[in-house]
């Protein structure tokens, strides 16, 4: 069942434009710490970082959520046509932080897709940088959004990385 927390005020919700923002910019944040595993692997790609540019172009006004929505499938889209799992992680990461712009639930995907990443990319290690990563992101919670993530952190949101009960794609 959805989080009611996340639904837009212009939807009935009580999630207001400013937060509606600030989980776009954090999920965007979020993402691009881990965009060097994407670069790495497929320099000539920018769908990503385009997509990750686009959210914050829409946290400031500039975009419509329609551009946005065009963004996250393409980094999508990108994530499908990848080989590298830690890369295809940060792709999917990417994705989901533009479609933060259309529902604010997204704004989670970068943290799912990220201790993915650093798991895919950690090799024995992988489980201690996941757990340092997922640190590292809430520690950049600005503080008018922390109490609705970390809430939905609390109550566990089914998003566990070693589970297979996330869908792959937006």
């Not at 069942?1 to 937060?19: E, T, Y």
């Not at 691009?32 to 400031?60: G, K, N, V």
């Not at 590298?84 to 999917?92: E, G, K, T």
Request: neutral net charge; proline residues 4%; glycine residues 8%.
């Amino acid at each position: 069942m959805r989080d009611q927390r996340f639904i837009a005020v212009h939807r009935g919700g009580p999630l207001d434009l400013h937060r509606h923002r600030l989980l776009a910019l954090w999920a965007a944040v979020c993402a691009e710490h881990i965009l060097p595993l994407w670069s790495a692997r497929y320099p000539e790609d920018d769908r990503p970082q385009q997509a990750i540019a686009t959210a914050r172009a829409w946290a400031r006004g500039e975009v419509s959520v329609g551009t946005a929505q065009k963004a996250a499938v393409a980094a999508h889209a990108a994530a499908r046509a990848a080989s590298d799992p830690a890369a295809i992680a940060v792709a999917r990461a990417a994705g989901h932080t533009v479609a933060t712009a259309h529902m604010a639930d997204h704004a989670k995907g970068p943290v799912y897709y990220a201790r993915k990443a650093m798991l895919a990319a950690g090799g024995s290690a992988g489980k201690e940088a996941a757990e340092r990563e997922h640190a590292w992101q809430l520690a950049q919670l600005p503080e008018a959004i922390r109490a609705l993530i970390v809430a939905e952190e609390e109550r566990g949101s089914g998003d566990e990385v070693e589970g297979n009960g996330k869908a792959e794609a937006a």
